[in-house]
């Protein structure tokens, strides 16, 4: 599956910004998908996952009541809503795909990768 991820930008601290990744090629809602991060000099870090059906949901504790997860199957979308935005949330966003349904936070459960899109957070 090819992932293409968009809607990154500059917003300011509280601001919010919609993260939308399309995938084309196998089917869709064969996927658990997951959005990660990752700033220069850091290992790509777990955001959240949404499972193959869209029922369960996961999240890091940062971004709990701040970020909401969603799929359109129909799509072949997820999307990431941040809300609250803070200046520690700069990063670049990568969505991935994982044929796995174990929900996973592991980036090497992930079989395919986004681009990233770049979010910025001014204070």
């Known amino acids: 599956v090819q992932l293409q991820a968009s809607g990154g930008g500059l917003v300011q601290a509280g601001g919010s910004l919609r993260l939308s990744c399309v995938a084309s090629?196998?089917?869709?809602?064969?996927?658990?998908m997951g959005w990660f991060r990752q700033t220069p000099g850091k290992e790509r870090e777990f955001v959240a996952a949404?499972?193959?059906?869209?029922?369960?949901?996961y999240y890091i504790d940062p971004v709990k009541g701040r970020f909401t997860i969603s799929r359109d199957n129909a799509k072949n979308t997820v999307t990431l809503q941040m809300d609250n935005l803070l200046p520690e949330d700069t990063a670049v966003y990568y969505c991935?795909?994982?044929?796995?349904?174990?929900?996973?936070?592991?980036?090497?459960?992930?079989?395919?990768w986004g681009q990233g899109t770049l979010v910025t957070v001014s204070s």
């Open positions: 991935a795909a994982d044929g796995g349904h174990f929900l996973s936070s592991d980036a090497s459960e992930y079989d395919h």
């Open positions: 090629g196998r089917t869709f809602n064969n996927y658990d």
């Open positions: 949404i499972s193959w059906s869209g029922t369960r949901t």
